[in-house]
């Protein structure tokens, strides 16, 4: 038996057990996740949900499983020997580890951010035409090769996942991740050269590139000074008017400033979630007091 | 005590000693030979190197006590073991014996003996450098030891080199690296071998590469039980160090009869395509293996697939090392004589004729003849006096040399070009 008061808490998302009664504004719903490394169960039973154009921050102190269960939600995992999940993840309602979905589909839909900058030893053009170059090669096994010729004699190189010319895709993608002004000129040098900070704006811009609707981010700063780390805060905070962003932090006081959501995990298990301002000032659990004031963690 | 604690009781040592070998060194060229045999020009010459060792000994010696340049010893220690060097090189013995049956002693003794002595006062010299520092200093020391580790080799590539290039210049003209030989009218050309030598190593490129690419693709990027990778790599160690000659056999017994039965290009360069491909297994295993993971990661997480991942970012930036691996390998398969000796080459014959101007311009049936190939060129010339004196030897080796450098310069080229793209 479902009170009202409970029902209408539950769709304003605050009822801290991650879950909502609508899924209209769900961008990814998580139910009963386990995930195991071999023997090892790294997630245990974690059901959430992620809002559309909101920051979602996981917090929880070391091997708690945050970046696990963020690289469940692009099947990153699926990269390491003897993983294993359970449960169901649906990304705008289609269950990711379906038999058919194409893995390719679901990360260019899902981007992501890492921790360590990476892009690639290429031009800053060419790392972020990657991504769309890329899908295009995909594009032309799956959907026949009439697509993928059909930019062939119209000038200048075509994403083919919106049509536009190549060159607005990568300024444009380098102008929402704020390193436009910066990187002017220099499009076609060495994205090596460029500092952390700019690196990591790069990769943004990157995973921006594919007209992703989720971003993930795994601990996104914590290879970066005070300064670049500001910086990319900042570029989270506008990038959740357009996109979906989940960012796995250590850092207490970041998931406080740029988070709409938190969730705390601890050792595989989700402990609570809720508003972060909620969240910070008036923990439910125990553990969370104790984790947000560092009295463990 | 030893080593000595007082600087000038060491450099007593030092003199002294060098002092004993002198005189040595003097007794030993006195005695090298029978009196009658004793020439002149044996005099001189000991007596040339003796003077110059003892003048270059004390302007040395000047140069650091009045000076104190770090390491001051050990220039000397260099100095001498160029000397040493240049003493071994340039004083060659008339005779082969190193002493006969009446116990005297051949002029090489002579020679070999002043070697030795600088080698030893070199080290020596090393060492007291060594000692006479406290250890905070001795860095320095052994920095210079590691240097020598350096300039020897470096030595030993610049003898060989200039010393084929003094050889062999005066018989290389246009002719000879452009015709064939011409019997009739006694010219020696090399250009069969030149031609031969390059289509062995250009097929056994073309067929190894690929494959042993593809085997480090499948190692490092789709294998992933870690036996699989072991038991390829310590495959692929035993089949580099089987000798050659082996893959000579094997070839002359399984692929000669089943090609032509006779010698043909086409088995040598599989021939020498088997000898390369563990190289190039290795050095690419190697290569893909040092792509840090990021960068995978990078690409796959923006929807890429593994070939598309592997095609766009792993090959790339591993092309450097993977060039690399692959010149290591031409350079040895280019020297080869042993396998192809028995199984693609014919002293003499043509250059194989791969081109023509009238149809149908390909011409495949040129891998199926027999080759020269400048190694075995140069063996032939060498052993046999077939086909030149051993002037024509030394030029033939110069080509050798160039050729492979050549292929040297072209990966060279590639790997830096790749290696600005890639910019870490």
Known sequence: MVSVEAKRKAEAGDDRTGRLASSAETAVEIRDLDVYYGEEQAIDDVSLDILRKKVTALIGPSGCGKSTLLRSINRMNDLIDGASVEGSIEVDGTDIYAKDTQVSKLRQKVGQVFQKPNPFPKSLYDNIAFGPRAYKHHLRKEEGVLNAFSGMFSSGEKSPIDGRGMDDVVRDSLEQAALLEEVEGKLHESAMDLSGGQQQRLCIARALATKPEIILMDEPTSSLDPISAGKIEDLIEELSRDYTVLIVTHNMQQAARISDKTALLWLGELIEMGDTKELFENPEKEITEKYITGRVG | ?424
């Open chain 2, 1 to 424: 005590m030893f080593p000595p604690n007082d600087k000038l009781l060491r450099r007593g040592m030092m003199g002294l000693w060098l002092l004993v070998s002198a005189g040595f060194l003097a007794l030993s060229g006195l005695l090298a030979t029978n009196p009658g045999a004793i020439s002149a020009g044996i005099i001189r010459m000991l007596g040339g190197v003796l003077v110059g060792l003892i003048g270059l000994t004390v302007l040395t010696y000047f140069l650091i006590e009045s000076y104190q340049p770090p390491g001051g010893h050990f220039l000397f220690a260099v100095f001498l073991l160029a000397l040493a060097g240049v003493v071994f090189l340039l004083f060659p013995d008339q005779g082969v014996v190193l002493s006969n049956l009446d116990g005297n002693i051949t002029p090489k003794l002579a020679n070999l003996s002043l070697f030795l002595i600088a080698t030893f006062a070199s080290l020596w010299n090393g060492l007291l450098y060594y000692w006479e520092n406290p250890a905070h200093n001795r860095e320095l020391s052994v920095q210079y030891f590691t240097w020598l580790s350096v300039l020897i080799p470096l030595g030993v590539l610049f003898f060989f080199i200039t010393y084929t290039v003094i050889e062999g210049q005066s018989v290389i003209d246009w002719y000879f690296i452009s015709s064939a030989s011409d019997i009739l009218r006694g010219k020696v050309g090399i250009f069969p071998a030149i031609a031969g030598t390059f289509s062995l190593i250009v097929g056994a490129t073309v067929f190894a590469v690929p494959l042993g690419v593809g085997a480090a693709v499948f190692l490092t990027e789709y294998a992933k039980r870690g036996w699989i990778k072991q038991f390829v790599g310590v495959t692929a160690d035993c089949l580099w160090s089987t000798p050659s000659i082996v893959f000579g056999l094997f070839g002359y017994v399984f692929l000669v009869p089943r090609i032509t039965g006779h010698s043909t290009l086409l088995a040598g360069q599989i021939v020498l395509a088997a000898m390369l491909l563990p190289l190039t297994i290795a050095t690419s295993t190697e290569a893909l293996t040092s792509v840090p993971d990021e960068f995978r990661h990078g690409s796959l997480a923006l929807g890429a697939s593994r070939w598309w991942t592997i095609r766009k970012v792993v090959l790339p930036s591993s092309v450097p090392s993977i060039v690399t691996g692959i010149l290591l390998g031409i350079g040895r398969i280019a020297g080869e004589t042993a396998p192809i000796m028995l199984i693609a080459v014919a002293s003499g014959t043509s250059a194989p004729k791969f081109f023509s101007a009238s149809a149908p311009f390909f011409h495949v049936d040129a891998l199926f003849r027999e080759v020269d190939a400048l190694p075995y060129r140069l063996y032939a010339i060498y052993k046999a006096g077939v086909g030149g004196s051993i002037k024509e030897a030394w030029g033939t080796a110069l080509v050798l040399i160039v050729l492979v450098l050549m292929f040297y310069a072209l990966g060279i080229t590639v790997r830096s070009y790749y290696r600005r793209k890639r910019g870490w």
